[in-house]
């Protein structure tokens, strides 16, 4: 049987304001589809409020109810219809036979936009929010401020509408720049990237303390506990991972029961996918009282239950990292200045968690504080490939940031709005 695509996603809208849209999909499967559908849904603004998946290996079927993060969010849902059609594959009797030359793709190409202007606060966060609104993806970003209180911005970014290099989208992306930008707005260019994209790929050096605060492999209890990205810390002990598997003769029974939070399904599809688990059925309960709990029917990439014990222990531990400590936030001094670092975990896909420069600048903007730098690099570290996001901020702000109560006031609002407390 072959479907047409556009049957593969259908979006049905919430009939009174404030209910859930309900967004199915019907296709063949493929190794982290629920992953790449997730991470979408995050990249949207949107929060997955209950969903089911199944799957036999061959086709899955997906249900998610999903309510915009913020009350004030536009969602293209046509443009989000297209793009999680992208992420699905081929439906029909031709995707069996291509996988290969579909893995073979090629990705979009690099724009350079470059502009030169006036600073002033909030101005970071109010382009950032221009380029996600144009469902433009940031992929790396090099922000300095001169002297005399102007900036240069380069922001190196992919189009997922695929409508770059045509005229209407550049027209588009110069008129939105333009109004929030205002007159404040000197210069503005947007070419194809060089070589020049190359060269900001890496990151100025880190020391080596700040580098194993950042992306140390395993931490501690007490570690998690200081640092985690949850709201409350004697929730936090009420988060468990359960492995079972007496209830299904060849799947092993995934149970999790965690604080909710922006991105939580993402983070665990995430890990299941750089893992090679395979999930063939899936349930997302509502969230009760602040918690989540997930039941997953999982099997390992070669079709068998995961029963040796450290392979369970790993998985479990693993799981529990990631929901916990998703993100790593510091703040340390960088020779008189100070310096926010978030480090963002790399999928095995080399894409990285979407909207997270757009929250680090919207927390950096409530707080009334100014950015005189900014960039976005990749690292390496222990056999893993890290987005690293660093700010160095103004001391000329509201914050006295030598203060180690305002440091951590910063550090906690950036936390609690990438994870939408």
């Known amino acids: 049987m072959v479907l047409p695509s556009d049957d593969?996603?259908?979006i049905q809208k919430g009939k009174r304001p404030g209910e859930p849209c309900v967004i199915t999909i019907n296709c063949p499967d493929k190794t982290g589809l629920g992953?790449?559908?997730?991470?979408?849904?995050?990249?949207?603004?949107?929060?997955?409020?209950?969903?089911?998946?199944?799957?036999?290996?061959?086709?899955?079927?997906?249900?998610?109810?999903?309510?915009?993060?913020?009350?004030?969010?536009?969602?293209?849902?046509?443009?989000?219809?297209?793009?999680?059609?992208s992420v699905c594959p081929s439906c029909s009797l031709s995707f069996y036979f291509n996988q290969q030359s579909a893995a073979c793709s090629t990705s979009s190409p690099v724009y350079l936009l470059?502009?030169?202007?006036?600073?002033?606060?909030?101005?970071?966060?109010?382009?950032?929010?221009?380029?996600?609104?144009?469902?433009?993806?940031?992929q790396r970003v090099k922000v300095t401020t001169t002297p005399d209180g102007r900036v240069l911005d380069l922001f190196f970014i992919t189009d997922n509408m695929d409508l770059?290099?045509?005229?209407?989208?550049?027209?588009?992306?110069?008129?939105?720049?333009?109004?929030?930008?205002?007159?404040?707005?000197i210069s503005c260019e947007l070419q194809l990237a060089g070589p020049e994209f190359d060269s900001h790929q890496g990151l100025s050096s880190l020391s080596p303390a700040i580098?194993?605060?950042?992306f140390?492999?395993?931490?501690?209890?007490?570690?998690?506990?200081?640092?985690?990205?949850?709201?409350?810390?004697?929730?936090?002990?009420?988060?468990?991972?359960?492995?079972?598997?007496?209830?299904?003769p060849a799947h092993t029974l995934l149970q999790i029961h965690c604080v909710d939070q922006k991105g939580l399904f993402y983070d665990i599809m995430r890990t299941l996918k750089?893992?090679?688990?395979?999930?063939?059925?899936?349930?997302?309960?509502?969230n009760?009282?602040?918690?989540?709990?997930?039941?997953?029917?999982?099997?390992?990439?070669?079709?068998?239950?995961?029963v040796d014990p450290e392979k369970q222990s790993a998985l479990c531990s693993r799981l529990k990292v990631e929901m916990l400590h998703p993100l790593r936030v510091i703040i340390a001094d960088r020779g008189p200045d100070m310096e926010l670092l978030v480090a963002n975990p790399v999928e095995l896909s080399r894409k990285g968690r979407p909207r997270v420069f757009y929250d680090v600048t919207l927390a950096l903007k409530m707080l009334g504080i100014c950015v005189f730098s900014a960039e976005i690099g990749r690292h390496s570290s222990s056999d893993r490939e890290w987005e690293v996001y660093r700010f160095r901020l103004d001391e000329n702000c509201e914050y006295q940031l030598l203060n180690m109560v305002a440091r951590n006031q910063i550090v906690d609002r950036v936390r609690r709005t990438l994870m939408g407390w």
């Open 288 to 306: 009760t009282k602040g918690f989540r709990d997930l039941d997953l029917f999982i099997q390992q990439k070669d079709g068998k239950k995961i």
């Open 164 to 185: 770059l290099p045509t005229k209407k989208r550049q027209d588009e992306i110069n008129e939105q720049l333009h109004a929030v930008l205002g007159e404040s707005c």
């Open 216 to 248: 140390r492999c395993e931490l501690s209890d007490q570690k998690i506990c200081s640092q985690a990205l949850s709201p409350d810390l004697t929730k936090l002990k009420q988060t468990s991972v359960v492995i079972d598997n007496s209830l299904s």
């Open 114 to 138: 470059k502009f030169f202007c006036l600073d002033r606060k909030g101005l970071l966060h109010d382009v950032t929010q221009v380029l996600c609104e144009l469902e433009l993806t940031i």
């Open 35 to 85: 992953c790449d559908i997730c991470r979408t849904i995050l990249d949207f603004g949107l929060y997955i409020t209950k969903g089911d998946v199944s799957t036999d290996g061959i086709w899955c079927y997906i249900v998610l109810w999903v309510v915009p993060h913020s009350a004030s969010l536009i969602v293209r849902w046509s443009n989000l219809k297209d793009r999680l059609l």
């Open 211 to 214: 580098a194993e605060e950042l």
């Open 274 to 286: 750089d893992c090679n688990i395979q999930i063939a059925y899936g349930r997302f309960s509502p």
């Open 8 to 10: 593969a996603v259908l």
